[in-house]
């Protein structure tokens, strides 16, 4: 069992920047491969990033390429997501997710966990 909480959401204008932060507990964090979800009512949970672990490789969703940064400190169990250039788009609750095999990233299963999300609104 992993337990995730995400914090650093919050309420920024256009063009500001966010970091949000995912703490684990449960399993050695540098076993688990770590990523970030978001989802807007009505619509379903979109991927934004994944770092594997041991960081071995990185993947984002094309929106935030270049805007967003996706990161780990294994020493601190605690999964970062750096948004800069935020937009009115980006709004949404964000999740944290954590997953023993690559698999089960983004999946709700034994393998899978999700955090209680935090809230990012973009808007002047």
């Known amino acids: 069992q992993v337990q995730l909480e995400e914090s650093g959401g919050g309420l920024v204008q256009p063009g500001g920047s966010l970091k949000l932060s995912c703490t684990a507990s449960g399993r050695p964090f540098s076993s688990l491969h770590m990523a970030w979800y978001r989802q807007v009512p009505g619509k379903q949970r979109e991927f934004v990033a994944r770092?594997?672990?041991?960081?071995?490789?990185?993947a984002y969703t094309e929106s935030v390429k270049g805007r967003f940064t996706i990161s780990r400190d294994n020493n601190k169990s605690t999964l970062y997501l750096q948004m800069n250039n935020l937009q009115p788009e980006d709004t949404a609750i964000y999740y944290c997710?954590?997953?023993?095999?690559?698999?089960?990233?983004?999946?709700?299963?034994?393998?899978?966990?999700w955090g209680q999300g935090t809230q990012v609104t973009v808007s002047s």
């Open positions: 770092v594997n672990r041991g960081s071995s490789g990185i």
């Open positions: 997710n954590a997953a023993t095999i690559l698999s089960a990233v983004g999946q709700s299963n034994s393998a899978s966990w």
